[in-house]
């Protein structure tokens, strides 16, 4: 990494690729954010699917540029589709991220998520509590998303401090935050720049958003204007990142 | 067909039937977009319900007026489930359409969308690669919805030309157009009259909402504001149809 | 019940003890409204949890400090997890409340509703016709929604009448006043109060948002935003409350 204005010049670049590539990206995703993710990916330019049946998510994966794997409403065949889908990115060599939702609440869901780890994704993204309970992993991208992100993949630490409290007022942002990831990873190999130019972007359109809102409600819909409109400029005016601590 | 602006004053007349007659439309609607299809119909003043559960799904087609079938998110015992809903509405001879969402992703979900066009929809519906796969259906109005959407039932085929390019960045537009359209055919003997009035629906609701919109968030919320507001004059005043080639 | 001036003031109150105390709601909630609940929740300062798998319900159960079990979309995974859930709250004598969504639908639905009650909720939430199929429950808050709410528990009949027709045009509603009275009885001890206050929160909520809507879709965002800036001092302000007749 060539210091930090390098990495947001990169970054703001790659909100530029994803606009012009439309990447597919497939989203085994919790039921309760479904449409919220898909139109968070949608505004960005970004073409979501979203099915996790057995039969068909090998056919969906294959066709995917990049996979998220949100562990929100985890059941049994929800952790066979992940596992299908999973083996198809990994055989591919596409670009995936876990998002180990609420690990910290249910044991069995933590184990899975470990196991998951082992398979190779190249991201993880949770919270404060999560990620705490994931812990360090050799190789993996770590993210922890709060009122500022941390970007850990040694030898490099990254905080992003873009965002606004009302982000946490609705529900889904993390979870779409790790679809951007996604989204971003697929045009952009250097997955440090990706995930660094997704939460850029979701930071900033949020901060643009809340400048419109006047609640939660209004502001939902303001975020979603905001993604569509952001340009890679807007991310170079507004990025705030800094070095983390190690 | 009596020419164009007879089967526009058909078309806006439905309309105000649907909102006289509050038809039932049961939804077997894939996960992502129930809310969205769900908060469709009941602006235009339809009564949705969504349930899709082997034991209760009968019940709930028995009390529909119509029937919508969505692709989306299959699996196993959604294919079970459509089997016995499709039942009930063939045996009860109430109007049924089915939108084979992503049968271009899946081969298991294209032969579904077959086994189930032989059983007897009103109305298949999809996107332009969608339906190029489908074909030709004899006894079935074919409906490509896109920038202009085709309606064709030898021997009539119309083409509609009312909407926005804001519907495209919106998840769920199509599913529901597909929902609008089992709706106006509850009420509307005429599937050509009801898809044309649905479609004329949602694509000059959608022009209105677009004017109050600065991107996709907002205008979703103004889609559904103008899909309540919509009058019958308002159809005849902005319709935009016209004969299709054959 | 000292008066409805003191039920109107304790009600107000718990939406303080809300504000301030965070409480958890767990939600096995139908598919189509996840969303709309968990934001309504978290628009309120609760924290939602949705969940609905087997294995990891009851982890989730007993983190809750009060739990909604709505019955749309059932299914008979459903049902066990519904079984597991009620069974931990019930133990760790938590507050649990039924929506018996659509019961009047399918009897297989109203039996499992009759199970339900039978097991001790401390509320009962539904439509007209809903709670007249439930009948008279002994020892359980009966609450019949609509333009008028009215809630019994002998010798106790309270009506409210705060709330706008637009509700009616927003899907989840009902589902949400159910999740909102989870949440105020985790902090208020006394379910008349709690189950007023949510309701009256609910409905003055939507009073301040029609003045802001120009139709369903604009109302559901300015209704979060009300949800989310309501006050207690509000709810003193424009509570209409009156004794129901025998």
Redesign the interface.
Known sequence: MNGLSNLVESAAASLAFVRQRCPRVHCLM???????V??GL??LGAI?????????VE??AR?ADALVVNL???????RTVIRLATSVACDARKPWIVDPV?CD?????LAFARELIEVGPAVVRGNASEMELIGDVDGVLRIKTGPVDELRLDPDAVRVANGHPLM?????TGCLSGALIAAFMAVEPDRLIAATGALLTSGIAAEMAAK???????F???????L??LRPEDIIANARISHAQG
């Not at 919790?30 to 919220?36: A, D, M």
């Not at 929100?72 to 929800?78: F, M, P, Q, V």
């Not at 609440?105 to 869901?109: A, C, E, I, L, V």
């Not at 946490?168 to 889904?172: C, H």
């Open positions: 919790n039921t309760v954010v479904q449409k919220f898909a139109d949608a505004a979501p699917s979203m099915t996790s049946s057995p039969e068909e056919a969906f066709r929100g409403t985890l059941n049994e065949e929800r609420h609440y249910s044991p069995s869901r946490a007022q609705v529900t889904g419109r809102s006047s609640g939660p409600g209004t939902e819909a303001a975020f979603r204007d905001a569509a409109a």
